[in-house]
C-alpha cells in the first residue's frame, strides 16, 4: 500500500500584509493632515507672527495701444430668382375660357338682392 500525501498550508504571510496595510495607509494620511493643516512651518514655533502688508500702494494701469482694424469685407453673391415652371399654352388650348370662380358659402345666387332680406 502507498502511503498518502498530506499537504498543510499555511496562511501566516496573509495576516502580515494586511497589518503592513494599515500601518502604510495611516502613515499617509497623518503626512496628508500634517501638510494640509500647516505643513512643515507649523511645528516650528516662532514666538512673533510675521507682518504682511496688506494695503499695496494702487498703481496705474498700463497703457496697452491696439491698433484698429477695418471691418472685414464680406463679399457674398446675390441669390438668383427661383425658376418656376409654367406650362405652355398651344395654340389650340388659348380659345378655351378660365373656369368661373366657385360660389362663396351662405351666399345668395341671385344677382338682384342687395344683400337684405
Known sequence: MADPVIVERSDSGASAGLIIGIIVVLLAALIG???VFGGP???SGSSAPSQTNINVPAQPAPQVNVPAQPAPQI???AQPA???NVPQSNASSSSQSAPAA???PGASTNSSSNGSR
Request: hydrophobic share 55%; glycine share 6%; proline share 20%.
Open 75 to 77: 463679399n457674398v453673391p
Open 33 to 35: 493632515l500634517f501638510l
Open 102 to 104: 366657385p360660389a362663396v
Open 82 to 84: 427661383p425658376q418656376v
Open 41 to 43: 512651518g507649523h511645528l
